[in-house]
């Protein structure tokens, strides 16, 4: 069992369209990071979301900490191709130190 | 700033090999991470380090082991290669605790066949 369970676990959507991925959890996290990958490439910090019920915004990317720190959501607006990639939340539960990653949600974008 | 640094690029072993994967990282780091990364899959951790000295097992440790003798290094070590241990292998590293930004390797291409 995933301590991360993210859902989809893949999105096909043409440019233009709007989405949203989700991350859940049964435990609390401190804080949940948001990674994206690109192929044979290590992945890379979108945002990290720290406060229950806290909401990023990182141009057309918005970020949601769930109000009890067990869950996340990512929401793309008007995507775009370039959004293409692979999106993995991680984060450490209570206070441990091993930073755990989901399995990802692996978008496409058509144009 | 060369970051995170894996050795090497690609691999193919033989069965019942061993090998070192080699991870440093020059931004004097504190954590240190080894994860594995299955065809379209997320990562799973192998081991992680909070600082020199001090290792602690993941969610897969088995058929793995690491050394932390300096702040910059994180080894991990191979023994007996399976062809279960046919993946992508990342070396990532974070600053001062686990909710700091991690930067990950290039990653290493490891074949058991």
């Known amino acids: 069992t995933q301590l991360l369970e993210q859902s989809p676990q893949f999105l096909s959507i043409q440019e233009g369209e709007n989405l949203t991925v989700y991350c859940n959890s049964s435990s609390v996290f401190s804080s949940l990071q948001w990674y994206r990958q690109e192929p044979g490439e290590g992945p890379v910090l979108l945002v990290t979301?720290?406060?229950?019920?806290e909401v990023k915004k990182l141009k057309r990317l918005t970020f949601q900490f769930g109000d009890a720190r067990k869950d996340s959501s990512l929401h793309i607006t008007a995507a775009q191709p370039g959004d293409t990639g692979l999106y993995l939340c991680?984060?450490?539960?209570?206070?441990?130190?091993?930073?755990?990653f989901g399995a990802g949600t692996r978008l496409t974008v058509k144009p | 700033n060369a970051g995170v640094t894996q050795t090497p690029k690609f691999r193919i072993l033989k069965i019942g090999q061993s090998m070192t994967l080699q991870c440093t990282q020059d931004?004097?780091?504190?954590?240190m991470y080894w994860y594995r990364q299955d065809p379209g899959m997320g990562l799973k951790l192998i081991y992680y380090s909070v600082g020199a000295g001090i290792t602690d097992k993941g969610e897969v440790p088995n058929g793995y082991n690491v050394s932390r003798s300096t702040t910059e290094d994180f080894p991990l070590r191979l023994e007996l290669a399976a062809p279960s241990q046919t993946s992508v292998y990342f070396c990532?590293?974070?600053?001062?605790?686990?909710?700091?930004?991690?930067?990950f390797g290039q990653g290493t291409r490891l074949t058991v066949v």
């Open positions: 990532a590293s974070s600053y001062l605790t686990v909710n700091t930004e991690a930067f």
């Open positions: 931004m004097n780091h504190n954590y």
């Open positions: 991680a984060g450490a539960a209570g206070n441990n130190n091993d930073m755990r």
């Open positions: 979301v720290v406060t229950g019920g």
